[in-house]
């Protein structure tokens, strides 16, 4: 099985500051890895997909990078409705699976 | 606008068994396949399993391999979970999502598995 390892699992930041989160692949994945939101009591939201794509709708603040068996999401400029638990999944092989979540909360 | 709402979840007692409903509307089910998701209270999200547009192309996890069956009715627009021998670590909220790669996500159903 694929191992998602996701750092950090807790982030704290200000309004305005630029954070990045980093999901490393125990084997090469290709660009077969999305980016996911959650906010509490909320289901999660596609933020990216094929690594790089934005979902529609989602503001050009983020942005996804990385291939084979690292990957990056990096918010540009957070804003409020940016503090939330973000996932990555790779959906190479079955079974598909999931990083352990990165908690951004508010400095 | 596409729509998955899940049903079915509930209290069942550990070696039980419960069905898990996901009707979509809002776009050609027949041509997606589907998957589910479930996040344990206060924990991360984990994937469960999907199949494919056509019933093939079956996958899931290995914490519910031999337990749990994935199924559609492509005249329904419906997925389906089947979960049996359940235990206490199967209390989650389930999701349904369509697509390999999750794109659109339902609200969650709530499963208990408690004595």
């Known amino acids: 099985d694929i191992q998602m390892t996701q750092s950090p699992s807790s982030l704290s930041a200000s309004v305005g500051d630029r954070v990045t989160i980093t999901c490393r692949a125990s084997?090469?994945?290709?660009?077969?890895l999305g980016w996911y939101q959650q906010k509490p009591g909320k289901a999660p939201k596609r933020l990216i997909y094929s690594a790089s794509t934005l979902h529609t709708g989602v503001p050009s603040r983020f942005s996804g990078s990385g291939s084979g068996t690292e990957f990056t999401l990096t918010i540009s400029s957070l804003q409020p409705e940016d503090f939330a638990t973000y996932y990555c999944?790779?959906?190479?092989?079955?079974?598909?699976?999931f990083g352990q979540g990165t908690k951004l909360e508010i400095k | 606008e596409v729509q998955l709402l899940e049903s079915g979840g509930g209290l069942v007692q550990p070696g039980g068994s419960l069905r898990l409903s996901c009707a979509a509307s809002g776009f050609t089910f027949s041509t997606y396949a589907m998957s589910w998701v479930r996040q344990a209270p206060g924990k991360g999200l984990e994937w469960v399993s999907v199949i494919g547009e056509g019933g093939d192309n079956i996958g899931y996890a290995d914490s519910v391999k031999g337990r749990f069956t994935i199924s559609r009715d492509n005249s329904k627009d419906t997925v389906f979970l089947q979960m049996n021998s359940l235990t206490v670590e199967d209390t989650a909220v389930y999701y349904c999502?369509?697509?390999?790669?999750?794109?659109?996500w339902g609200r969650g159903t709530l499963v208990t598995v408690s004595s």
């Open positions: 999944l790779q959906h190479n092989s079955f079974p598909y699976t």
């Open positions: 084997q090469g994945i290709r660009n077969d």
């Open positions: 999502v369509n697509r390999y790669w999750l794109e659109s």
